[in-house]
Nanobody, 122 residues
Framework: QVQLVESGGGLVQAGGSLRLSCAAS????????MGWFRQAPGKEREFVAS????????YYADSMKGRIAISRDNAKNTVYLQMNSLKPEDTAVYYC???????????????WGQGTQVTVSA
């Protein structure tokens, strides 16, 4: 079993940056693909970014491509999401997830964190 805890969210002005972290415990994430998803009020959870177990393959959502970077440090059992040029429409709860398959599909991820709120003011 893998426990995931996100941190780094907060309130930021449009154009600002945040770096989210996802710390894993209980089991090494070395063999897992990891992803970031987000859910805004009244909307379904949507894919943001994913990274393969080695870090050699990455997917980004078109809506955020060019503004974000996902990375992982398997030695620290941690995954990161650097977000730049944030927009008010990026406001959402951001979730970290882990799974055996490298994919953008929400249902393929077995392990989820509790989420961290990101609020971008205009």
């Amino acid at each position: 079993q893998v426990q995931l805890v996100e941190s780094g969210g907060g309130l930021v002005q449009a154009g600002g940056s945040l770096r989210l972290s996802c710390a894993a415990s209980g089991r090494t994430i070395r063999s897992y693909a990891m992803g970031w998803f987000r859910q805004a009020p009244g909307k379904e959870r949507e894919f943001v970014a994913s990274i393969s177990w080695s870090g050699g393959n990455i997917y980004y959502a078109d809506s955020m491509k060019g503004r974000i970077a996902i990375s992982r440090d398997n030695a620290k059992n941690t995954v990161y999401l650097q977000m730049n040029s944030l927009k008010p429409e990026d406001t959402a709860v951001y979730y970290c997830a882990g799974g055996v398959r490298f994919t953008i599909e929400t249902r393929e991820y077995a392990y989820w964190g509790q989420g961290t709120q990101v609020t971008v003011s205009a």
